[in-house]
């Protein structure tokens, strides 16, 4: 059953990090908190794809974030109703306050595909406000974070928000007792 499944299930957003036959990663390198403020952002590579194309572009993350101010948004999913409707758009509505900070790039990164991500940057209007949607469809990032969230299926990115500030970690906002809205705009905002 599996083996003629593999194909049609290779097909599914966040495919890349599917699990199969209980593989298991390499513990992270760090775990979101407090502490993290200082630390080099990983060094990995995300990727991104244009609409209509499947040819998918590498974007080496700490390349993108030099010798800039970034807020690096990661999401548990496209598409999931929290991230469509409340964190993203939260960024949406307070891109012009966070430049008045310096922020010069807002980055969405998720493990799904890169379609998919380009696809739901467009759907909740984001990319067309200067957003940039990312994939981690290979979790490297989030594994690095320690934010990689292990699923019996699918990989996926826990909610958080980075402060990148030239290649190092200069704030961090993750859920608080399960309030994911000390990760959106006006949490980072308060600081």
């Not at 403020?37 to 990727?47: K, M, N, Q, S």
């Not at 290979?138 to 290649?167: C, I, P, Y």
Request: aromatic share 8%.
């Amino acid at each position: 059953m599996v083996p003629r499944l593999l194909p049609l299930l290779l097909l599914l957003p966040g495919a890349a990090s599917l699990r199969l036959f209980g593989s298991r990663r390499a513990p992270p390198a760090m775990s979101l908190s407090a502490s993290t403020v200082g630390a080099p952002l990983p060094d990995v590579t995300l990727y991104s794809c244009k609409p209509g194309y499947r040819k998918f572009t590498e974007v080496p993350l700490k390349t993108k974030c030099k010798d800039r101010l970034v807020a690096l948004i990661g999401v548990p999913g496209a598409f999931t109703p929290g991230c469509s409707k409340s964190h993203v758009p939260s960024f949406v509505e307070a891109k012009a306050e966070l430049e008045l900070w310096g922020v010069e790039e807002i980055i969405v990164v998720a493990t799904n595909s890169p379609e998919i991500m380009q696809q739901w940057g467009d759907y909740i209007g984001a990319a067309s406000a200067g957003v940039t949607f990312l994939s981690d469809y290979k979790g490297e990032l989030s594994l690095a974070l320690g934010a990689l969230k292990e699923d019996a299926v699918f990989d996926r990115t826990s909610r958080f928000t980075l402060l990148v500030d030239d290649g190092e970690i200069s704030g961090v906002f993750v859920p608080e007792d399960g309030d994911a809205s000390t990760t959106y705009a006006p949490a980072v905002l308060r600081t």
